[in-house]
């Protein structure tokens, strides 16, 4: 009779490893969430491009958005609702998006959506963007409606930073695109929109089909 073989330390510490980041890091995210928050993203960005352009048309060519950055306060205060009501359609939409996708990914993997490393995500998110969201409406109200959506893109950036430590390695270099993203920005102000739907819509599908390709794809997600 053959004696039970030893067991590998190093399969024995791949496992306490896999076992202890489990427990401190939100590997749950789905990749399609990224992609559902990139259309999101880019039909707010046409929408609020055909609003702007309706209010204020050129001869010259599109310049809604260019004519806002310029404008005085009374139209600023104008187009202000309209704006709120689509910044809070599009967060709306993107979170219920975030929300199916990664509970679906998360019950197939026989796990808990709202866990200790879930909740340490949303505060690391929360926190720079609940800040840059009142920053940037101070900016707008003040007068520099140019800066508004660099400061997004640049806090956004920021928050998914921070919460990169929680979760997965990848959601750091979606975050330094968006920073990266924010600062050139905030050279062409008036390209403004065109630099949300680089970042919050293309940035977010890319890094989704990325994600989704390497860990939920069946072929993948079974080496």
Not at 117 to 142: K, M, S, T
Request: proline fraction near 4%.
């Amino acid at each position: 009779m053959k004696p039970a073989a030893a067991p590998d330390p190093l399969a024995q510490l791949t496992e306490i490893r896999a076992i202890m980041e489990r427990s401190s890091r939100f590997l749950s995210l789905s990749g399609l969430s990224g992609v559902g928050a990139g259309v999101v993203a880019l039909l707010g960005a046409a929408a609020g491009h055909f609003y702007l352009q309706s209010q204020y048309p050129s001869e010259y060519g599109p310049a809604g958005y260019s004519h806002l950055v310029a404008s005085t306060e009374t139209e600023r205060q104008a187009a202000l609702p309209f704006l709120l009501l689509l910044a809070g359609g599009v967060i709306a939409a993107a979170l219920l998006v975030a929300f199916f996708f990664t509970q679906r990914r998360t019950r197939r993997a026989g796990q808990t959506l709202w866990s200790g490393p879930a909740r340490r995500v949303a505060v690391a998110l929360a926190v720079p963007l609940v800040a840059g969201g009142l920053f940037c409406l101070r900016l707008y109200l003040g007068g520099d409606a140019g800066m508004v959506i660099p400061g997004l893109l640049v806090f956004y950036g920021l928050a998914l930073l921070n919460a990169s430590k929680y979760t997965l390695d990848e959601i750091r270099w979606l975050g330094l695109t968006q920073i990266v993203l924010g600062l050139l920005a905030m050279l062409q102000p008036g390209w403004g929109l065109l630099y949300f739907a680089l970042g919050f819509g293309l940035g977010h599908i890319g890094y989704g089909l990325l994600m989704y390709n390497r860990y939920e794809r069946t072929g993948a997600a079974a080496q």
